[in-house]
Structure formats: structure tokens, C-alpha cells
T-cell receptor, first 114, second 112 residues
């Protein structure tokens, strides 16, 4: 049973650039959430996608946007990168019905903005 | 506004000892309280979770204690092993949606 996968594993960008991160949910899951984890801190919720629509959003600026595809995979886009965007970006998947609250995390994408 | 406060920030315990991590929350709408374990370079892995209708849940060496009136919950790791050395995060979410609000994390080091 494939777990949550994310790509790429590491990424280096410069300020002002744009980045796209990708996530494939755990088999059978239909909901994808994205989190940002700064070094030494707990993950912070960015947004959640269900049925290809953004359902919830955390306290992140519009530079952060996402998309969910019909196969439930998802992308996180960040525009106009800032140094403070350097973090581990985590994708988590869950099932809308059943054990709704349990989220399973991927290994993350480590983004470094120079 | 930090809705879930976690303590201590770090913990050193001898092999075979008990590790205790505490969390306090503010939002009474929270209805689901998981604990995650994270190793360096990895994503958080679900360890154990509890809902407020029970006061304690045990799975192997891991036990969650929950005090609804005090809005506090804790993780006890019994017979701690060097392989338990990791960062532990408490979290909370509302039943209606599953956006997780995390604590700041506790780095646990188990000395052999």
C-alpha cells in the first residue's frame, strides 16, 4: 500500500522565483492538506483540497496557491519567494468519510530560498 | 495566537525510563487529539490519537491521558528505548474538518 509521496525531495530557489511542489495521496484517500514546517517548529496548516476545490485555508498569503487533480494528487505553488519561505513543506492525505480526522504525512519537500 | 501549547521543548531520559510530554489547548471546539512522531528528515508519523469522550488510551508503550475540564492532554512513553529518540508533536482538530493545529514539539533523547 503506497503511502503519501512528494516530489521533489529538495529544492533550492532564489528570492522572487516561483516553485511548484507535488503530492500523491495515500491509496484510497481523497483529501489533501499542505503544511509548512519551519526549522524547529511544528507544522503550520496552509490549505486543504477536496473534490478539486480549496476547502480550508490557514493564515498564509495569496502567494501560496494550490490545485487538486481528478486523481486526487495535488500541487502547491508559491510565487515571489521570500527568504522566510525556506521550510519543509509537508503534504498529508486523509479520507473524507470514515476515519476522517486521521491524516497521513509524506516525507516532505525541503525548500531553501537564497 | 498559539492554540496548542506543548512542554517541555526537550527531554532526556534513560533507557527504560518514562517520557512525559504535556499539551494544553484553548479552543473547546477541538474534538480530536493526535500525537505524531517525527525523525530527522522525515514527515510526521501518527503515533496514537484520542477523542475527548475517553480519559485515557493505551497502545503498547504509548499512553495518552486526557483532561477535558483542564483542556490538557499528555503522552507517556513507558520503557523508553533509544529508538524512541525523535521529536514528538501534539495536535488538535475540530470534528467537522481535519485541519490540524500543532504544538511546538518536544525533542526526546533516550540515553542507552
Amino acid at each position: 500500500d503506497a503511502g503519501v509521496t512528494q516530489s521533489p525531495t529538495h529544492l533550492i530557489k532564489t528570492r522572487g522565483q516561483q516553485v511548484t511542489l507535488r503530492c500523491s495521496p495515500k491509496s484510497g484517500h481523497d483529501t489533501v492538506s499542505w503544511y509548512q514546517q519551519a526549522l524547529g517548529q511544528g507544522p503550520q496548516f496552509i490549505f486543504q483540497y477536496y473534490e478539486e476545490e480549496e476547502r480550508q485555508r490557514g493564515n498564509f498569503p495569496d502567494r501560496f496557491s494550490g490545485h487538486q487533480f481528478p486523481n486526487y494528487s495535488s500541487e502547491l505553488n508559491v510565487n515571489a519567494l521570500l527568504l522566510g519561505d525556506s521550510a519543509l513543506y509537508l503534504c498529508a492525505s486523509s479520507l473524507e468519510w470514515g476515519d476522517q480526522e486521521t491524516q497521513y504525512f509524506g516525507p516532505g519537500t525541503r525548500l531553501l530560498v537564497l | 495566537q498559539q492554540q496548542v501549547k506543548q512542554s517541555p521543548q526537550s527531554l532526556i531520559v534513560q533507557k527504560g525510563g518514562i517520557s512525559i510530554i504535556n499539551c494544553a489547548y484553548e479552543n473547546t471546539a477541538f474534538d480530536y487529539f493526535p500525537w505524531y512522531q517525527q525523525f530527522p528528515g522525515k514527515g510526521p508519523a501518527l503515533l496514537i490519537a484520542i477523542r475527548p469522550d475517553v480519559s485515557e488510551k493505551k497502545e503498547g508503550r504509548f499512553t495518552i491521558s486526557f483532561n477535558k475540564s483542564a483542556k490538557q492532554f499528555s503522552l507517556h512513553i513507558m520503557d523508553s528505548q533509544p529508538g524512541d529518540s525523535a521529536t514528538y508533536f501534539c495536535a488538535a482538530s475540530k470534528a467537522a474538518g481535519n485541519k490540524l493545529t500543532f504544538g511546538g514539539g518536544t525533542r526526546v533523547l533516550v540515553k542507552p
